[in-house]
């Protein structure tokens, strides 16, 4: 069994930056592709970042050149830095684990977080 907890989420103003973090518990960190999802009101949750156990990445159109994905298998977290932040970035962000990192892709992740908030305002 896998627990996920994030961290990092608030309130910041457009422009802005945010880094979120997942601490994962077990011992089979580095093995799993690990990965962000969103969910903004009203709207179906879907893939903002990835990254393979060997951390190959891939991210949303939305994000990317905005948006980094990285991992520290030391700490067992996987992290997001998020820059010029949008008002359309606000969102619940999960962050979710797999063995397969197609399935993290496809947002059918066996392991989710309970996610925290992301909200971009003046």
């Known amino acids: 069994q896998v627990q996920l907890v994030e961290a990092g989420g608030g309130l910041v103003q457009p422009g802005g930056s945010l880094r979120l973090s997942c601490v994962s518990s077990g011992s089979m960190f580095s093995l799993n592709a690990m990965g962000w999802h969103s969910q903004a009101p009203g709207k179906q949750r879907e893939l903002v970042a990835a990254?393979?156990?060997?951390?190959?990445?891939a991210y949303a159109d939305s994000v990317k050149g905005r948006f980094t994905i990285s991992r520290d298998n030391a700490k067992n977290t996987v992290y997001l830095q998020m820059n010029s932040l949008k008002p359309d970035d606000t969102a619940v962000y999960y962050c979710?684990?797999?063995?397969?990192?197609?399935?993290?892709?496809?947002?059918?992740?066996?392991?989710w977080g309970q996610g925290t908030q992301v909200t971009v305002s003046s």
């Open positions: 990254i393979s156990s060997d951390t190959i990445t």
């Open positions: 979710n684990a797999d063995t397969y990192f197609g399935n993290i892709i496809a947002g059918a992740g066996n392991y």
